[in-house]
């Protein structure tokens, strides 16, 4: 167990729904990373945030989006889903801004069909 | 633009067979290098980061050095819980806040 709790592990949804992503970093750390993971793509940064301040915006699509709460607790909603969404999403967590060595929890995979 | 490439894309050895695994960036003003290691169906578990050319880190069989255009991932005497795929990655200065950039990885197989 990395410290990192990602919920569900799995999901299924159908094209054009909406799902909500959830990631609790581990213990003290501020910083929150989201990647995407595909075959083809490899891992994908979408979006960081540090102490519930956005920081950082990679490849994330207008439909997706993400936020950071209080508690440091983060949440990615992705909508109107396509087929092409499906993948692998891995939130990570690391102390500071400075910090690069992320623990990462053991993802989420989507499967929109 | 940021790259990173990774080759081989696998590699099968046998136990005992040492190799090493490149990875070579493309980045203006390097600010580190990390590699990682994923086993299926988990999440990245970070290895080494190297900051400067000529730089060197160990972990029992791994080994990791720096040069100013790639960076290697020698393993000594693989065993076949090595088994993974490993990857680098790279954060540069017009990289988004603190975000890395990732390579496809290198997915190793050692059988006994």
């Known amino acids: 167990d990395s410290g990192v709790t990602q919920t569900p592990k799995h999901l299924i949804t159908a094209t054009g729904q909406r799902v909500t992503l959830r990631c609790s970093p581990r213990?003290?750390?501020?910083?929150v990373y989201w990647y995407q993971q595909s075959l083809d793509q490899g891992l994908q940064f979408l979006i960081q945030?540090?102490?519930?301040?956005?920081?950082a915006k990679g490849n994330i699509l207008e439909r997706f989006s993400a936020q950071q709460f209080p508690d440091l607790h983060s949440e990615l909603n992705l909508s109107s889903l396509e087929l092409g969404d499906s993948a692998l999403y891995f939130c990570?967590?690391?102390?500071?801004?400075?910090?690069?060595?992320?623990?990462f929890g053991s993802g989420t995979r989507l499967t929109v069909v | 633009e940021d790259q990173v490439t990774q080759s081989p894309e696998a590699l099968r050895l046998q136990e005992g067979e040492s190799s090493s695994l490149n990875c070579s960036y493309t980045?203006?003003?390097?600010?580190?290098l990390f590699w990682y290691r994923q086993d299926p169906g988990k999440g990245p578990e970070f290895l080494f980061t190297?900051?400067?050319a000529g730089e060197e880190k160990e972990k029992e069989r791994l080994k990791a050095t720096l040069t100013k255009k790639e960076s290697f991932l020698h393993i000594t005497a693989p065993k076949p819980e090595d088994s993974a795929t490993y990857l680098c990655?790279?954060?540069?200065?017009?990289?988004?806040?603190?975000?890395?950039?990732f390579g496809k990885g290198t997915t190793l197989s050692v059988s006994s």
């Open positions: 990570a967590s690391s102390v500071s801004l400075g910090n690069y060595g992320y623990t």
């Open positions: 213990s003290g750390d501020l910083s």
């Open positions: 945030y540090y102490n519930g301040e956005e920081r």
């Open positions: 980045v203006s003003g390097l600010r580190g």
């Open positions: 190297l900051y400067s």
């Open positions: 990655a790279v954060h540069a200065p017009n990289q988004a806040g603190t975000a890395l950039i």
